[in-house]
């Protein structure tokens, strides 16, 4: 890790990936969490995980895989981007069968055509199904952590007159990493300047 660590950062394996599946309020099926606050590391900041099917029996930082895992996401949440730095991160693979060679260009560009067609689908039905069937201008306050182990999260849509402005207070209450997302129509995003350490 870096000197300046970020506030978190946790390992997550899924049985897809985010935004192929159905559309439900869980979305995609989370197999395993792995978070820094439930990690051994070392005084210099370094750290090795384990991924396998086997359970863990006593190796620290271990994520059990399954026959139906599809993807690991490594997440760096930073509070300070000019200060706090992304994690380093290596993988060396020790056992298992031979990794498949890499995919040509035009492999590539037809799966990531695909998969815009099937993940912009996606999100405009989740959008559709969870958030604008809410009333407008209204936020509720989350009641359970993430399946990822990742926080909580809560989301909501505004609808402003003429002359009428969005103002957000938030509180960390004691969060080591809180962030507010405003995003259009077509869910493009960004993190706001209330990213923020507690």
Not at 32 to 40: F, G, N, V, W
Request: proline fraction near 9%; charge should be negative; aromatic fraction near 8%.
């Amino acid at each position: 890790m870096p000197e300046r660590r970020p506030a978190q950062l946790s390992f997550v394996l899924y049985g897809e990936l985010p935004g192929t599946g159905a559309v439900t309020k869980e979305g995609a099926p989370v197999l395993a969490a792995l978070t820094t606050d439930r990690m051994q590391i070392d005084p210099d900041g370094s750290f090795t995980i384990t991924v396998d099917p086997e359970p863990a029996d006593g190796r620290p930082n271990h994520i059990r895989t399954t026959d139906t895992a599809r993807l690991l996401i490594a997440r760096d949440s930073l509070n300070d981007w000019a200060k706090e730095g992304p994690s380093y991160l290596e993988i060396e693979r020790t056992a298992g069968p031979e990794a498949p060679g890499p995919r040509t260009p035009e492999q590539l560009a037809t799966q990531t055509a695909d998969l815009l067609r099937t993940i912009g689908r996606y999100w405009l039905d989740w959008d559709n199904t969870f958030i604008y069937t809410k009333a407008a201008n209204d936020i509720i306050a989350p009641t359970a952590p993430r399946g990822s182990g990742f926080g909580f999260a809560t989301s909501g849509h505004f609808a402003l007159g003429a002359g009428q402005a969005l103002v957000v207070t938030l509180d960390p209450v004691g969060a080591r990493y809180l962030g507010f997302q405003l995003t259009d129509l077509w869910v493009s995003r960004g993190s706001t300047p209330t990213d923020r350490a507690a």
